[in-house]
C-alpha cells in the first residue's frame, strides 16, 4: 500500500512540478498577480441587479456586449500573434485593460455599460490566445500540458485568493473598489511582464516518427478541429453560467452574503490549485485524453443539474463546486492543449485564436439565454437546459474520438 501513502502522494506532487523551465514559472507568478485582482466580472451581475438596479434582461444584454467583445479580442489577439508575437499582445493588453477598469468605476447607464464592457474585452481578451501561444514558447513542446496546467494553476489560485478577497472588500467598501484593484493588478502585472520575461522565439521541433501528424492548414479548413471548437462552444455555454447567472443564483436563491459567495467560489479556485497539477502529470501520459475530456464535460454539466436533485440549498452548493471544480480540472488543461498541439507555430495564433473565439461567442450568448431562461421560467429550467447542452457537446466529442483525422475541406 505504499503507492498510496502520504509519502507517495507528496512525491506525485512535486514530481507534477519537476523540470519546468524558469520562463513558464515566472509567466505563472506574473499570472497570479494578475488574476488575483480579477474580481470585477465575478460580482457584474450582482453589483449591475442590486446596485445599479438593472433587469436581469438587461444584465443579460450588458454581459452580452462583453462576451462580443470577447470574440472581438480573441479575434484580433490571435491575429496579432501571428504577426507581430505574443510579447507585445500580452504586455499591451494587460496596460491598456487596467486603466479602462478605472474608467468602467465611473459609468453608471445600461448603454455607456454596454459599450465600455465591450472595449474593456476586447483589449482585456486579446491577451488570452497570445498568452496561450506563448506557452510554447516559454515552456517547450515536450513540457506543453504540464506548462499549460501550472499556468492554469497561477490562473486558479489567483482566482481562489482574489474572489475571497473581493468578497471581504464588496462587503465592508462596496463594489466600486473592485474596479480599481481589477485595474490596478493589471498595471502591475504588465510591468513585471515588460521587467521580468523576454520575447522568446519557439523553434518548431522536427516530428517523431509516431507522432500524430500536424496539421500545417488554416484551422478554418480542419474540419476535425472545427467540430471541436463547436463542442467546446456548448462545453463554454455551461462553464459560462459560473460566472453570470449563477452568481445572482447564490444571491437571490441561496440567500447567500458576498463574503459567502467568495468563499464559496475561493474554494473552486484553492480545490484546483491542489488538484491539478499532479491529476494532469498522470492524465497527460494516457493515450485517450479525449476520454478525459469528455469526462470533464459531464461533470460540468452535471455541477448545475445537482441542484435540481439536491435542492436550491447550501449544501447542493458545495457539491455542485467540488464536481464542477473536478470537470474543470479535467476538460481545460486537456483541451487547451489538443488545441495547441494541432497547431504548428507559423498558425498557432489562428488555431488558439478560434479556440478562444469559440468560448468568446459562448459569452455573448450564454448570459442572454441564462438571464432569459431565470426570469421567465426560473433556475430549474435553466440548470436542466445546460445539462441538455453538456449532453450535445459529450455525443460530438464521443464522434471525434472514434473519428480522429476527418479529411481537411
Not at 505574443?86 to 474608467?103: A, C, D, K, N, T
Not at 474543470?328 to 497547431?343: D, V
Not at 468568446?360 to 441538455?388: D, H, R, T
Request: glycine fraction near 12%.
Amino acid at each position: 500500500m505504499e503507492r498510496f501513502s502520504l509519502k507517495s502522494i507528496f512525491r506525485l506532487y512535486l514530481n507534477s512540478f519537476e523540470g519546468l523551465t524558469r520562463d513558464i514559472w515566472v509567466l505563472s507568478f506574473i499570472t497570479f498577480i494578475n488574476r488575483s485582482g480579477s474580481m470585477v466580472f465575478l460580482f457584474l451581475s450582482i453589483y449591475l441587479a442590486t446596485i445599479l438596479e438593472f433587469s436581469k434582461i438587461e444584465v443579460g444584454f450588458i454581459m452580452a456586449f462583453h462576451g462580443l467583445g470577447s470574440v472581438v479580442g480573441a479575434f484580433i489577439g490571435g491575429w496579432l500573434t501571428d504577426r507581430i508575437g505574443y510579447y507585445r499582445v500580452m504586455f499591451w493588453s494587460l496596460i491598456l485593460v487596467g486603466f479602462l477598469f478605472f474608467g468602467l468605476y465611473y459609468v453608471k447607464t445600461f448603454w455607456m455599460f454596454c459599450l465600455m464592457g465591450f472595449l474593456t474585452s476586447v483589449v482585456g481578451d486579446a491577451f488570452r490566445p497570445a498568452g496561450m501561444a506563448s506557452i510554447t514558447a516559454y515552456g517547450g513542446e515536450e513540457l506543453r500540458t504540464r506548462s499549460m496546467s501550472l499556468y492554469r494553476l497561477a490562473i486558479n489560485f489567483g482566482f481562489g485568493f482574489g474572489v475571497a478577497f473581493a468578497g471581504f472588500l464588496a462587503g465592508f467598501f462596496g463594489y466600486g473598489v473592485l474596479f480599481f484593484v481589477d485595474g490596478g493588478t493589471c498595471i502591475v502585472a504588465a510591468i513585471l511582464f515588460i521587467v521580468l520575461m523576454k520575447d522568446k522565439k519557439e523553434v518548431e521541433e522536427k516530428p517523431k516518427d509516431d507522432a500524430p501528424k500536424i496539421i500545417k492548414h488554416s484551422a478554418y479548413k480542419d474540419n476535425w478541429y472545427l467540430l471541436f471548437v463547436f463542442c467546446w462552444f456548448l462545453n463554454a455555454m455551461v462553464f459560462i453560467q459560473l460566472f453570470h447567472t449563477f452568481p445572482l443564483f447564490c444571491k437571490e436563491e441561496l440567500m447567500m452574503s458576498e463574503e459567502g459567495f467568495g468563499g464559496l467560489m475561493s474554494f473552486n479556485g484553492i480545490l484546483i490549485g491542489l488538484i491539478e497539477m499532479p491529476l494532469i502529470y498522470i492524465l497527460a501520459k494516457k493515450r485517450d485524453q479525449m476520454g478525459y475530456i469528455i469526462w470533464g464535460v459531464v461533470l460540468i454539466g452535471m455541477s448545475l443539474v445537482i441542484f435540481n436533485i439536491m435542492g436550491f440549498n447550501i449544501y447542493a452548493a458545495i457539491v455542485s463546486m467540488i464536481i464542477f471544480s473536478i470537470g474543470e480540472i479535467i476538460n481545460f488543461p486537456l483541451s487547451s492543449s489538443l488545441a495547441l498541439g494541432r497547431s504548428n507555430p507559423n498558425n498557432r495564433g489562428q488555431y488558439m485564436g478560434l479556440f478562444s473565439m469559440a468560448f468568446s461567442v459562448g459569452l455573448i450568448i450564454a448570459p442572454l439565454i441564462g438571464f432569459k431562461i431565470a426570469e421567465e421560467y426560473g433556475y430549474a429550467v435553466l440548470w436542466n437546459f445546460m445539462g441538455g447542452l453538456a449532453g450535445i457537446a459529450t455525443m460530438g466529442l464521443m464522434y471525434l474520438r472514434k473519428n480522429q483525422e476527418l479529411a481537411l475541406a
